[in-house]
């Protein structure tokens, strides 16, 4: 009888068993299986403000979720060709090295222990997020060290609590905390002055913030204390996919700095003259064709997902309800962070 | 009132249909009232209090939630009543009730609910002959598999599009019937006179309830695909939907073997003394009868299962509490919670109290035929 359990259970799992699906064999590369597929498998949050969350219409939306779209038409030549696998803070990289997921977008942070251990490759930041302070605009304070002897509003035994520990240290200011545990109760306690100002990640604040009755009596301090540079991880050990998410990343980088948007970049692919934006839409040279894509792969991701800039102002800009200051991720030559290696 | 009573009396004799239950009715709820709500000064001290916050309360959150609250309109900024704001579930509707599945295929969502809802009705309809129920029973999940996943004439539907209340279904409805056969031969399994058998029940179903489920579903989602060489993956929704079915399976297991253990042992004498073999007699005399009266209690169970299936949002399937997360947190509907998820608790609360209500019911009809 248990045999006919066993036999139950493996023939309800190979009936089910339909949607099994191969990857393809362990040596095949993923850009081949990923073409094979006609579809980009990218593992996103689906509850992360402006990163990845649904729409009303049951449309993945958000910065991560662009990037994904942008890889997509690189290596698709169609931005929509994209399954988003909802993963959550625990399987994400699960995912990743089982092979779910062909790229894992979810806000994840650039981190030693994770490019090390997890069988994950890094591949470039996407947004600088970091610990920001908000506080009461009407102190007129335009900088956190301004702040000396202010009281903090905190969760307790956070690493935010070590990181704001370590600035004022540092610079030997002092500051003086409430402690909440919960974090609605938490803002609910600073909107109402028990506290002169709160700490947490920039894009947290920044959500939490447009929540708020009213929320222009509130300022978001320009510095962060602590560093979170947030990015696309591939599986580990697939150079030639890696290259291709991380310039794929970069070519919409680089299509901002050459000013070339999802407007203008038709035009421009027939009529430029300069010499850096034909290489990046692949009117001169064949740098596609080197990656494994079509010499038109940036120009197909900017045409259909916009350069950097328009994605940041479409998904967490000043038009948006999350109002993101660009703050680090400016362009290098705007004197952010946003430093593309040069296509060519 | 003691000589409108008396008065009544010979009137009740002479016609008892017209006038007199009215004021037999008035007496009675005068009685009942002073039996129930009125017995001690102290039991009426709590009446009247309960019935005060009850009068503060009811106007309040029936304003709040209906006469002040707002229906219609696109965004945040078209709520400006007091009440609650229920624009995130009525324009995110399509969303929480068919997830991301195909505009043009919804009807195959449609069917396959009718097909769920079916179920119910047709426990308790006498007319249909049972062989008719149980096979329509065995051949649901196949079929609401091939109406969702697709296959075999119909367009093909990644499980990456499921989501919402299509997947609370999906689960659970494939779910208790997938493991309703695999209960009942674990609940044989573990009666069985053949000790290797019985051990492997018994550890099985021990095993399985003494683990929480949630452990089970982290389990499929970080641990199996580890097992699996690379490359191959089972789909996320048919990893959680088997976990769901082994740990369902395990306490149906012991539902039935309480079953079992109320059929007279004369029954099964009475069948080997008539020549029957194991399988028939269980499959002819015991099991119909075991079935017949375990309805209710695995209707309840199917409440709870229904329940369980929210927690596969700890794994990264957005069932319909993912969907509302995920709508608390999105920028246009942010600090809306209390809203989206009472609606969740009105969802849950419908569905599970009509059933458990219907399970009652079907309990009640067992003891009237047995009595």
């Given amino acids: ?72 038409a690189a290596v698709l030549g169609d931005a929509e060709k994209v399954e988003f696998v909802v993963t959550t803070a625990k399987n994400r990289f699960t995912a990743l ?76 200011l002092s500051y003086r905390t409430v402690v909440i545990e919960k974090s609605t109760e938490l803002y609910n306690a600073f909107q109402k002055g028990r506290c002169d100002a709160i700490t947490n990640d920039m894009s947290g604040l920044a959500s939490r913030r447009t929540q708020f009755a009213d929320p222009d009596a509130y300022t978001l301090l320009p510095e962060t204390i602590s560093k979170e540079p947030l990015g696309a991880y591939v599986p580990q050990g697939d150079a030639q996919w890696r290259d291709i998410v991380t310039w794929t990343a970069f070519a919409l980088m680089n299509a901002e700095e050459l000013e070339v948007t999802s ?70 030559s705007d004197g952010g962070l946003i430093y593309p290696a040069p296509i060519r | 009132m003691s000589s409108s009573s008396t008065v009544s009396t010979p009137e009740q004799t002479h016609r008892p249909a017209q006038s007199p239950p009215r004021q037999g009715g008035v007496q009675r709820t005068r009685r009942w009232v002073k039996r129930h709500l009125f017995p001690t000064p102290f039991q009426s001290l709590l009446t009247l209090v309960t019935l005060a916050l009850l009068a503060w309360f009811v106007p309040r959150a029936l304003d709040w939630l209906i006469l002040s609250a707002t229906f219609s309109g696109d965004s945040q900024a078209d709520c400006l009543g007091d009440g609650a704001c229920w624009l995130p579930v009525t324009q995110r ?47 649901l999940p196949f079929v609401m598999w091939w109406l969702l996943k697709g296959g075999a004439g119909l367009a093909e539907v990644s499980s990456t599009k499921f989501a919402g209340i299509l997947v609370t279904v999906f689960l659970g409805v494939i779910g208790m019937l997938f493991a309703l056969p695999i209960g009942i031969l674990l609940a044989l399994g573990r009666r069985s006179s053949k000790p290797a058998i019985k051990l492997l029940s018994v550890l099985y179903i021990e095993l399985v309830r003494s683990v ?137 609360f419908t569905i599970c109290f009509a059933l458990s209500r219907y399970a009652r019911h079907l309990e009640k009809q067992l003891e009237k035929s047995r009595s």
Wanted: hydrophobic share 45%.
């Fill in chain 1, 1 to 72: 009888m248990q045999n006919n359990k066993m036999l139950g259970q493996i023939t309800a799992m190979g009936l089910l068993g339909l949607s099994l699906a191969y990857a393809g064999a362990a040596q095949a590369s993923l850009l081949d299986d990923v073409k094979a597929r006609d579809a980009l498998r990218c593992g996103v949050s689906s509850d992360k403000a402006g990163f990845s969350y649904l729409t009303d219409e049951g449309r993945w939306s958000g910065m991560d979720v662009d990037l994904c779209r942008g890889i997509a």
């Fill in chain 1, 97 to 172: 090295a089982s092979g779910e997921i062909d790229v894992l977008s979810r806000a994840t942070t650039w981190t030693a222990s994770r490019d090390a251990n997890l069988g994950a490759d890094f591949t470039t930041p996407w947004f600088y997020d970091g610990q920001g302070v908000m506080t009461h605009a009407d102190f007129g304070v335009n900088s956190i060290e301004e702040l000396d002897g202010a009281v903090f509003c905190l969760s307790p035994g956070t690493t935010s609590e070590q990181n704001l520990e370590d600035y004022f240290g540092r610079r030997g």
């Fill in chain 1, 263 to 332: 407007q203008n970049v038709e035009s421009l692919r027939e009529e430029t003259r300069n010499p850096n934006i034909a290489r990046l839409l692949g009117t001169d040279g064949r740098i596609g064709e080197r990656f494994g894509l079509s010499n038109d792969w940036a120009y197909q991701a900017i045409r259909q997902v916009g350069n950097y800039a328009e994605i940041f102002a479409r998904n967490v800009g000043p038009e948006t309800p999350l109002k993101f200051d660009r703050g680090l991720n400016r362009l290098w």
């Fill in chain 2, 93 to 139: 509707i399509e969303l929480f009730v068919y997830g991301f599945y195909p505009d043009t295929q919804t009807w195959r969502v449609n069917i396959a609910f009718a097909l769920s809802a079916a179920i119910f009705p047709l426990l308790y309809l006498k007319r249909i002959d049972r062989r008719w129920v149980l096979g329509y029973l065995v051949a």
């Fill in chain 2, 212 to 348: 929480p489920v949630i452990t089970l579903l982290f389990m499929a989602s970080l641990m199996i695909q580890l097992f699996f060489p690379e490359g191959f993956t089972i789909d996320i929704l048919l990893r959680v939907l088997i976990v769901l079915i082994m740990f369902t399976a395990a306490y149906m297991a012991e539902t039935i073997r309480g079953g079992l253990q109320g059929i007279p042992r004369g029954q099964y004498e009475a069948a080997k003394a008539l020549g029957f073999s194991y399988w028939k007699t269980m499959g002819l005399i015991i099991l119909p009868q075991v079935l017949r009266n375990t309805i209710p209690p695995l209707l309840t169970q199917f409440i709870g299962l229904f329940k369980e299936t929210t927690l596969v949002v700890v794994v990264g399937v957005l069932d319909i509490v993912g969907i509302a997360m995920s709508t608390t947190s999105a920028p246009e509907w942010l600090g809306l919670e209390h809203e989206v998820y009472l609606f969740l608790a009105m969802f849950f």
